[in-house]
């Protein structure tokens, strides 16, 4: 196998550390990290909103904790995601198939709504979400991957003082995040729930066809041979 | 009269300083500077847009070069409100009442875009030039006053590491602005280009109905009796 420009992209593998834990850390985790937490500046005692609760943003809320914000709002259509969350360390937990959820973070916070709104989803009604709950000066942090135009309500937002960021990941923290999780101080593991050999991907790929009723989010495909 | 918060907002008058100088101390300065310089990040070397050569867009004009920009791209319908900037600084003028604004800025930067796009309008058109000609990695600083949503391009921003920042300025860097004024380095006073007895008041405001007609950036009214 030939990795080009492998100095930027390839880290040494630790022996004898969790290897499912490290296959999180090749996308999702920095991902969440770089593109939600980071630029989103999330800081201790912050009231912080997720929209979307499948992997990348769980990988959010479990680098958000990092910097000890006081709360963090987990908004999703699927409560199977939501009580997920709510394990690694949601402190609210707010489905969004009423079309309520931004008037529910409003009322949580009186008024005020959150420091920073982490978009993890990529439709234009999860980033309508972030800017009816962004406070003034608050940040919102795109994560989703958006495939149209979203409406953006300057009428509202030009004197708010806030922040929209767009990032791709380019998995600049690997190694941060590796110390991390050596310390024990980030699990990523746990976002691993299925496992399949190789030999087994389109059975894989069938059950995640159905992520949602499987209560699905990452899958771990080993080669048994190897092992 | 009765000031409230005075502490925060009122500065001690330097005697012997240039009165009008001082007046646009009390908005435009810092709108353009706090709004569209600071939170655009302008850096040295960087290259800049700015959407609008109002008097606002002026005032970033002046302001931005405390940071020495490498150049400074003027974008406006009006070819009179250009001459002025590009005797403010501005490196290149593009007269944006063709419609081909952006792709100007695309030639002129080799395809790159700016580093900086700052709106000076408040308008879903010019606010489409910021989008269309920042940069990956580059930031979008709005200035401008909106009435309406804006379209925003997630679809093509979502993986471009860019930021877009809004603000109501609050004055906080008069201080700051005060001293750059009595150095002699920024000669805000450039922007008076009419100046009425407080009695013609309404002479000034009918002036000023043709602004663009009559070349008019800022206006001076000045009570007589008072001199």
Chains 1, 2 share one sequence.
């Not at 709950?133 to 509202?156: T, Y």
């Not at 069938?206 to 209560?215: P, T």
Request: hydrophobic share 45%; glycine share 10%; net charge negative.
């Amino acid at each position: 196998m030939r990795t080009p420009h492998a100095d930027g992209s390839l880290y040494r593998f630790p022996p004898a550390e969790d290897e499912e834990a490290l296959v999180m850390l090749s996308d999702i985790l920095p991902t969440g990290f770089e593109c939600g937490v980071q630029n989103g500046r999330v800081k201790p005692g912050d009231t912080i909103a997720i929209v979307g609760a499948g992997p990348v943003g769980l990988a959010v809320l479990l680098t958000a904790q990092f910097y000890s914000p006081a709360a963090i709002f987990m908004i999703d259509l699927d409560d199977k995601r939501l009580a997920v969350a709510k394990q690694f360390g949601a402190t609210t937990l707010i489905n969004s198939s009423d079309g309520h959820a931004a008037h529910q973070v409003m009322e949580l916070t009186e008024g005020a709504g959150v420091d920073v709104a982490i978009e993890a989803v990529g439709l234009p009604t999860t980033f309508a979400i972030c800017q009816a709950i962004v406070a003034a000066g608050g940040r919102i942090a795109n994560v989703g991957v958006h495939g149209k135009p979203v409406e953006l309500h300057m009428e509202k937002l030009w004197d708010r003082n806030i922040s929209i960021t767009t990032r791709l990941v380019d998995t600049v923290t690997t190694p941060m995040l590796l110390k991390v999780v050596r310390s024990g101080k980030l699990q990523p593991g746990k976002l691993v729930t299925h496992r399949f050999a190789m030999n087994d991907i389109m059975k894989a790929y069938d059950m995640l066809g159905n992520a949602a009723k499987e209560g699905a989010l990452k899958v771990v495909l080993t080669n048994d041979a190897h092992r």
